[in-house]
């Protein structure tokens, strides 16, 4: 009886042992996704959605903000580009490459509760918060969340959508 139960043992052992060897070594999860690496030159720019005020660049490095899933993003803004309050489905996570991304947090613009984000520093937005920004000297912003990202902004005078 205990020699089976030792036998039942090692027949476990060596199952668990064969579906490890059935995977690839150096690889982790799900193969499919290629890698991808960007130095500054890499990324290519084009204008952003009309979702944002007019004068913004966009760059995908990874994903698609459309649809489901995660995404990474980059935009490039000129000096004194103000966003207002508004608020995304998803956590928006920013992380500031260069300039200085000015940001507040409520329903209400309010240019002395902005905090002042220069490069390296990194802000999370979380879904449905109302957040607004505006920049200081020509930055750069990397945003990673989970699509399908949208912004909804609190007045509808400040969505360049409407004013078309
Ligand atoms: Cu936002």
Do not use: C
């Not at 070594?25 to 690496?37: E, F, I, L, Q, Y």
């Not at 030159?41 to 007019?54: E, G, K, T």
């Not at 990194?122 to 020509?138: I, L, S, W």
Request: zero cysteines; hydrophobic letters at 40%.
């Amino acid at each position: 009886m205990r020699r089976l139960a030792f036998g039942v043992a090692v027949l476990v052992v060596v199952m668990a042992a064969a579906s490890f060897a059935q995977q690839p070594v150096g690889t982790k999860g799900s193969a499919s996704a290629a890698a991808a690496v960007f130095t500054p030159a890499d990324v290519s720019w084009s204008a952003a959605p009309d979702s944002l005020p007019a004068g913004a660049q966009i760059a995908v490095l990874d994903g698609d903000p459309g649809a489901a899933g995660p995404f990474t993003i980059r935009l490039k803004l000129p000096d004194g580009y103000k966003v207002g309050p508004h608020w995304h489905p998803t956590d928006e996570n920013v992380t500031v490459i260069d300039g200085t991304f000015m940001v507040g947090m409520g329903d209400q613009f309010s240019e002395s509760s902005l905090k002042a984000l220069g490069a390296g520093s990194f802000g999370k937005m979380p879904q449905h918060m109302n957040h607004y920004a505006v920049t200081k000297g020509p930055t750069t912003i990397q945003i990673e969340s989970t699509g399908p990202f949208a912004i909804t902004y609190v007045n509808p005078s400040d969505d360049p959508r409407t004013k078309k």
